[in-house]
């Protein structure tokens, strides 16, 4: 399974879990906050924003929270500064890795991203050793249960679709160009079908097939990366096989 459909898959379920719950909180803050602070506090005319206030939707974010992180954002409350620093770097196994981080001290968050990919047996290049191997493009996972397979087909090629891909076993994948990205997610819940992500994200040209070990310390260093409260998102061109990862995540609990 590929590193970047997969993990949508598994964040999605992490997302769910109210244990999560505060970690999650913490992530849209910070994204409500900056998306704010960039392009204004109408969400009309900032689809980051408009995005952000999504997420929160999702999560069940109380109003007020929402509120205050985009007047924190236009600087009508005072808060903490936060910058958007990107970090590229190698996994176990030769896998490329991008992190993107918000922080209020780069210095600390630097030291502990460097040492948590050494901890899993990789380590921290510098910035272009490694983005070059992804497009930025729109995804959208639809699960499976939604609809047959020629309805998908159709309706992606009704809502201008640019790539679509349905061989995973729980959802159909559609891939837009960034800039169609909102006009295909609108025509995706204008069907009224069940969405399992929705994200401008970062895809990978080419994967990289891991053996056992290799695939247990790349999904740990996903996970700590991931639980990381400066960690905004992870991207990795991983490949495990569906067999694998059911093993892993069994021994995992």
Known sequence: MSGHS???????????QDSK???????????????????????DHNPRLRKAIEDARTANMPQDNVKKAIMRGTGELPGVIYEEVSYEGYGPGGVAVLVETTTDNKNRTTAEIRKMFSAHGGNLGENGCVGWMFSKKGFIAIDKKTMKEDDFLNLSLEIGADDVHSDDDDSYE????????????????????????????????????LDDKSAEQMLSLMEDLDNHDDVKNVYANFDIAKELMEKISQAQG
């Open 21 to 43: 719950r505060g970690r999650l909180f913490t992530k849209i803050i910070r994204e409500l906050t900056i998306s704010a602070r960039e392009s204004g506090s109408n969400p």
């Open 6 to 16: 997969k993990w949508a898959g598994i964040k999605h379920h992490k997302a769910a």
């Open 174 to 209: 559609i891939y837009t160009t960034v800039e169609d990205f909102n006009k295909v997610k609108k025509g995706v819940d204008d069907h009224k079908v069940i969405t399992l992500t929705a994200e401008v994200t970062y895809v990978p040209q080419t994967y990289v097939k």
